[in-house]
Nanobody
Framework: QVQLVESGGGLVQAGGSLRLSCQGS????????MGWFRQAPGKEREFVAI????????NYADSVKGRFTISRDTAKNTLYLQMNSLKPDDTAVYYC???????????????WGQGTQVTVSS
């Protein structure tokens, strides 16, 4: 059983930064690709960033390249998403997930956290 708990969301002004954290249980970090996804109201869930199981490969959505960075601390079983230069379009519920491909197709991910709200004001 894999459990994921996100934190770090909040309200920030455009241009600001936030760092999301995802605390994982079990052998999450040595076994699975892990990633961040988001879902805005009225829109489908989309991938944001994926980190491969060995930590060597990443995949970012075009909309966040150069602004967001995915990383992990295996000793703490924690996945991070550093978000800089935030825009109002980044407003969404952000989820971490594990168990899917590096391509980031949401429906192929097996385990999900409960999500954390990020709101970017203009």
């Amino acid at each position: 059983q894999v459990q994921l708990v996100e934190s770090g969301g909040g309200l920030v002004q455009a241009g600001g930064s936030l760092r999301l954290s995802c605390q994982g249980s079990g052998r999450t970090f040595s076994t699975y690709n892990m990633g961040w996804f988001r879902q805005a109201p009225g829109k489908e869930r989309e991938f944001v960033a994926i980190l491969s199981w060995n930590g060597r490969n990443t995949n970012y959505a075009d909309s966040v390249k150069g602004r967001f960075t995915i990383s992990r601390d295996t000793a703490k079983n924690t996945l991070y998403l550093q978000m800089n230069s935030l825009k109002p379009d980044d407003t969404a519920v952000y989820y971490c997930a594990v168990g899917g491909p590096l391509s980031g197709t949401p429906h192929e991910y097996d385990y999900w956290g409960q999500g954390t709200q990020v709101t970017v004001s203009s």
